[in-house]
């Protein structure tokens, strides 16, 4: 049987290289050494979607879609920053909160004029863990207060040898670009469900277990990571 490459002899065997987990278990345990070395805590609000609704985990607001004419007829909330949904037009607005080590890469903030005024843009590209789902659209909250919204969350993973790339295998995980929210958007209206409610408190610290940081976690009913 040939073997389909011109540059070998046919009883020239190709043999598979053989795998190494333990490759790949290095490496990520270097990357989350890293995030604790050099990063920050943030929390990450993850928004409900289109495809969530249609798998039937979660129901449209009551407060601005259900029932209403205008939301009905042209499939949109009739109001901007409904406190119910936070603009999503789904139950809840956010499928969970949840805090997460992060390292951020930083643009330097411009200040620009726009029709509304003076604004202040500031985008930023950061690295954080493998273990939840971050979609175009949801946030993430700083200790400092300010609030970002962000693209989807890309990743890596390590190839330890010749084998089917899965999930597990994924170390890296990256969001280009995340774009700070005015504080007239609906991004503010956003309540911190985790700890006391306290931001900074709950970002900020300086001692801690690190096996511990998922404990604050807050997952709604049907909402996952």
Not at 13 to 18: D, G, L, R, Y
Not at 177 to 195: C, F, H, K, M, Q
Not at 201 to 225: C, Q
Request: proline share 4%; hydrophobic share 35%.
């Amino acid at each position: 049987m040939a073997n389909g490459s011109e540059s070998r002899k046919d009883v020239q065997p190709v043999w598979a290289a053989t795998t190494q987990d333990w490759a790949g278990h290095w490496v990520a345990n270097s990357h989350y050494e890293a995030l604790f070395q050099f990063g920050e805590f943030l929390l990450f609000t993850l928004m409900w979607t289109v495809a969530d609704f249609e798998q039937g985990l979660v129901g449209r607001c009551q407060s601005c879609f259900v029932n209403d004419r205008h939301a009905e007829a042209y499939q949109q909330a009739n109001q901007i920053k409904c406190p119910d949904c936070y603009g999503t037009t789904f139950e809840g607005g956010f499928r969970a909160q949840i805090v997460r080590p992060a390292i951020i890469m930083h643009d330097t903030p411009e200040l620009e004029q726009d029709i509304r005024g003076e604004v202040v843009r500031d985008d930023l590209s950061l690295e954080t863990t493998t273990d939840f789902t971050f979609n175009h659209g949801d946030y993430l909250f700083r200790a400092n207060g300010s609030r970002y919204q962000g693209d989807d969350k890309q990743e890596d993973a390590v190839m330890g040898g010749f084998q089917p790339q899965d999930q597990e295998s994924n170390f890296h995980a990256l969001i280009p670009n995340a774009r700070l929210e005015d504080p007239t958007s609906v991004a503010w209206t956003i309540p911190v469900l985790v700890g006391d409610g306290n931001l900074t408190n709950l970002l900020d610290r300086s001692n801690f277990g690190v096996h511990t940081y998922v404990a604050d976690d807050v997952i709604r009913t049907n909402g996952y990571l």
